[in-house]
């Protein structure tokens, strides 16, 4: 069943948090992502599916596991899968908010396989899905998000990676008179924020990875809102990558249907450090403590999900909608 399917999924992410938890704050990025990785792996191991990573690590080449195209599981359902085992490895080993470990998963053929390259992405939540375009300016998305929940522009906040690449959009927010919630890593939350009530997030804009943005509009597609991307090739073998691995105009706006082909994508990500959309892990004498999210396209649900493992004894969650 589908549930159960997701309580499958929802454990690898629950294990690659819990591996890399043990390294927050420790200034060592590349060990954390290490044991996310190799966590994260294990675990699909045990599943009763035949799934491929689309989104991963890298290619081959450069990743021992959870590579692109790496196969994954025991046998039995054919799905693509999106991995980030540890969205934020800095802010994992500088002990900084919202390092997650994040999945998504659909069926065969519906995750679009990005090229490792930039994407320019915008992303809002429902009430404002419908107002915001990659291709409008700054100012303009701002405003149509503040008349859309009904708000002064001075209310709406903007979450934007803090690079020198967006310095002319970080003034032309702060000219348009929005606030901005400057980020260093982790530009799946980002956007997923937007779409989360409690995070003071309205509107997510700018460029980062093209492989981040498949992952976060698969979140969208779940809680409903905008994402739109645009690729930004650096170099002739970056777009020659997209021209083999793409199935719609890389030229063009990536629009949800072309990033996520499926109604029956789902999302799942458990916090590694604190933050404001997850809590991260906590570890204790008898065992430890995730905290995670869970969407569903299919059902429409969105579950806020605490787990508890003791020593020597199961697990239970406690469920929060």
Known sequence: MRSTRIVEMLEVTEAAALAAGRWMGRGEKNLADQAAVEAMRKQFDILDISGEIVIGEGER???????????????????????DPLEGTN????GQPNSMSVL????????????????????????????????????????????????EVEDIVVCILERERHVDLIREV??????????????????????????????????????????ACAAMKCIGGCFMGRFQFRND??????????????????DMDCLVNTDEASFIATGVTDGEM??????????????????????????FIETVYRTGAEKFWVRME
């Open 61 to 83: 080449d450069e990743a021992p596991m959870l590579f692109i195209g790496e196969k994954v599981g025991a046998g039995g359902e054919l799905i693509d899968i999106a991995v």
């Open 91 to 94: 802010l994992t080993a500088y």
């Open 104 to 151: 998504a998963f659909a069926p065969k053929g519906t995750l679009l396989n990005a090229p490792d390259t930039y994407m320019w992405k915008i992303a809002t939540g429902p009430a404002a899905g419908n107002v915001v375009h990659i291709d409008a300016t700054p100012t303009e998305n701002v405003r149509n998000v503040a008349a859309a929940l009904n708000r």
């Open 174 to 215: 702060r000219e348009a008179g929005a606030r901005i919630r400057l980020i260093s890593d982790g530009d799946v939350f980002g956007a997923v924020a937007t779409a989360i009530e409690g995070t003071g997030i309205h509107l997510y804009m700018g460029a980062g990875g093209a492989p981040e943005g498949v992952l």
């Open 237 to 254: 073998e970056e777009r020659k990558r997209a021209e083999q691995m793409a199935q719609c105009d890389i030229d063009g706006v990536l």
């Open 278 to 303: 997850l809590r991260g892990v906590k570890y204790f004498g008898s065992g430890a403590r995730t905290h995670s999210i869970a969407m569903d396209a299919k059902s429409g649900t969105v579950r």
